[in-house]
């Protein structure tokens, strides 16, 4: 299971904003990502904005625009592989683009996309009843915990 050795983040994060950006497709796998997420940013004292886009290639441009007015971004989306290599595109598209996007932005961007090979496997990391994982509070927590870790080293 790969929540296995996963660290245990404390995180206070009173007066930090962060977007949520979602993708619309897998309604039920993304309902509990967002939920997760707003969860985990509610527990940390957090204020986040919902904004959502078609589909996990559309993350990382509005993660673009959305990352200098915020202190963290959280991506998230589901990527379901298929019979044709789009799967492969999507995944390393928005991977690529969400990462270019933290190192371009300098904020921590949290990164909530599955990338799976069946529906069930999404709707085991979904935070949903009945769930294994919940990666949209994991994604938020990421993004809270470095988003605190780096506001300890002000850029000067």
């Not at 200098?68 to 589901?78: I, K, M, S, T």
């Not at 690529?96 to 921590?108: F, M």
């Not at 935070?127 to 000067?156: F, N, R």
């Amino acid at each position: 299971m790969a929540h296995s050795g996963a660290p245990d983040l404390a995180v206070s994060a009173a007066d930090t904003r962060v977007a949520i950006i979602a993708a619309s497709w897998h309604t039920q796998i993304m309902d509990g990502l967002v939920d997760g997420a707003q969860r985990a940013a509610t527990e940390a004292g957090a204020q986040s904005t919902l904004v959502r886009v078609p589909g996990s290639f559309e993350l990382p441009i509005a993660a673009a625009r959305l990352a200098p007015h915020f202190d963290a971004v959280v991506a998230l989306g589901v990527v379901i592989r298929g019979g044709t290599p789009h799967f492969d595109y999507v995944c390393q598209a928005a991977t690529d683009g969400l990462n270019r996007v933290a190192i371009d932005s300098r904020k921590p961007v949290g990164f909530g996309v599955l990338t799976c090979d069946t529906e069930q496997q999404g709707l085991d990391r979904a935070g949903l009843e009945g769930s294994q994982e919940d990666k949209g509070h994991e994604a938020m927590t990421a993004a809270l915990v470095t988003a605190q870790a780096l506001a300890e080293y002000p850029i000067v």
